[in-house]
């Protein structure tokens, strides 16, 4: 199976100020398709998770435009501009190119 | 607007058996794949099993961790996912979401229902 590992696990931000997590593949997640299905999912405290990016950077519709996804092959970023107390949470990525889908094991967001 | 809604989750003792269902609205069901996905109480997500579509004669996939136990069927006149689970471990325990497969994506989850595997 591919292995998803996020960094950090833990990141606490400023208010105001921006956030990175990193998330890396242990194989290609670019499909024979020419895609890459790479996916972000925001998990808030005590809901279901909602996505946020799919395919690396398509933002989904009503996502805050701080809210950005980047990278390829197996290195990829989620990035908040602006961190702001509604997105506190855990963020997971997501690999969908191969099978079984995979997840990282979650980046806790939280306000210093 | 697109729904999805579990039920079924709750406590059952190790070895037990339990059925979960997902009742989806909003959109034209049986075009999708749909899936399970589980989360241990304070752990992240894992993928337990895929339902195809009829255009793929609904033909399941489990995870490693289920198979052989895990069951997972659709009823589409009733727009309802299924996931009969059998011979519980302790390690199941988690709550269960059904979540609408879209190309690579999930891009609708319900709210999950919660099963306990304890004696």
């Known amino acids: 199976d591919v292995v998803m590992t996020q960094s950090p696990l833990s990141l606490p931000v400023t208010l105001g100020q921006p956030a990175s997590i990193s998330c890396r593949s242990s194989?290609?997640?670019?499909?024979?398709?020419?895609?890459?299905?790479l996916n972000w999912f925001q998990q808030r405290p005590g809901q279901s998770p909602r996505r946020l990016i799919y395919k690396v950077s398509n933002r989904d519709s009503g996502v805050p435009d701080r809210f950005s996804g980047s990278g390829s092959g197996t290195d990829f970023t989620l990035k908040i501009s602006r961190v702001e107390a509604e997105d506190v949470g855990v963020y997971y990525c997501?690999?969908?190119?191969?099978?079984?889908?995979?997840f990282g094991q979650g980046t806790k967001v939280e306000i210093k | 607007e697109v729904q999805l809604v579990e039920s079924g989750g709750g406590l059952v003792q190790p070895g037990g058996s339990l059925r979960l269902s997902c009742a989806a609205s909003g959109f034209m069901f049986s075009d999708y794949y749909m899936d399970w996905v589980r989360q241990a109480p304070g752990k992240g997500l894992e993928w337990v099993g895929r339902s195809r579509n009829k255009a793929y004669s609904y033909t399941p996939e489990y995870a490693a961790s289920v198979k052989g136990r895990f069951t997972i069927s659709r009823d589409d006149s009733t727009n309802s996912l299924y996931l009969q689970m059998n011979s519980l471990k302790t390690d199941d325990t988690a709550v269960y979401y059904c979540a609408r497969d879209n190309t690579g994506t999930y891009d609708y989850w319900g709210q999950g229902t919660l099963v306990t595997v304890s004696s």
């Open positions: 997501m690999q969908a190119t191969h099978w079984p889908r995979t």
């Open positions: 194989q290609s997640l670019v499909h024979s398709d020419g895609n890459t299905y």
